[in-house]
């Protein structure tokens, strides 16, 4: 499985953070057509519900704020498909590629870009994409056009199309819980189809 390629052909990563009940957002948002979800491991049992989400066999789950080598090792044993991360740490890529897991860290300036890209990364997290915002995406991406950003941080249902349309191979949206993430998701994907 090409964890990447799966990325840039859905061009969404539904981001939970501290969701109040994973396995029922996952439900939520599988049902609007979402089906590669992030678990961030800031969030309260993250590997145990990471866990549980792996287990469906119908989703591709993410290990997000990835930032040891040894939290690389509980995503790969909860069963987590990849492991996103913050900013780039040689030694948590390292790991993840010992596990021939695919690595997605994060990055802001073409220079973090680049160097992310070169050592590996499957893809290149820019984040927070909040700060440049789609122009900065389009700007990046002229000397760069090689490497495949999923934009995170700031990127919403109401502008990820223009994430999109400047150049992100991906993007990741937060969803919070189960009684949004249904509406929130099929929004999404529409604004995404018609732009």
């Given amino acids: ?3 990447a390629a799966l990325i840039c052909d859905q061009r969404v990563v539904a981001v939970l953070r501290g969701p109040r009940d994973a396995a029922e957002a996952v439900d939520a948002l599988v049902g609007a057509g979402l089906s590669i979800v992030e678990i961030t491991l800031d969030s309260p049992d993250a590997l145990a ?3 549980v989400v792996a287990a469906r066999g119908d989703v591709t789950i993410l290990a997000g704020t990835v930032r040891t080598p040894e939290q690389v090792d509980e995503a ?3 069963g987590a498909a990849g492991v996103v991360c913050p900013a780039f740490a040689g030694a948590v890529a390292a ?3 010992h596990h021939g897991l695919p690595v997605i860290p994060g990055a802001l300036t073409p220079t973090e870009i680049e160097g992310a890209w070169r050592a590996g ?3 290149v997290k820019l984040f927070p994409a909040r700060l440049g915002g ?3 995406v389009a700007d990046v991406l002229k000397p760069l056009a090689d490497v495949r950003l999923l934009c995170t941080g700031g990127v919403t249902v109401e502008n990820a199309a223009d994430y999109l349309a400047a150049g992100a ?3 990741g949206v937060s969803f919070r819980d189960a009684e949004t993430a249904a509406d929130d998701a099929a ?3 529409a604004a995404i189809a018609s732009a």
Avoid: G, K, N, S
Wanted: hydrophobic share 60%.
């Fill in 134 to 136: 789609p122009e900065y």
């Fill in 1 to 3: 499985m090409d964890v």
């Fill in 76 to 78: 790969v044993a909860a």
């Fill in 121 to 123: 990364a499957a893809m």
């Fill in 187 to 189: 929004r999404l994907l």
């Fill in 169 to 171: 191979a991906a993007v």
């Fill in 49 to 51: 519900q990471i866990e």
């Fill in 95 to 97: 790991r993840a590629h």
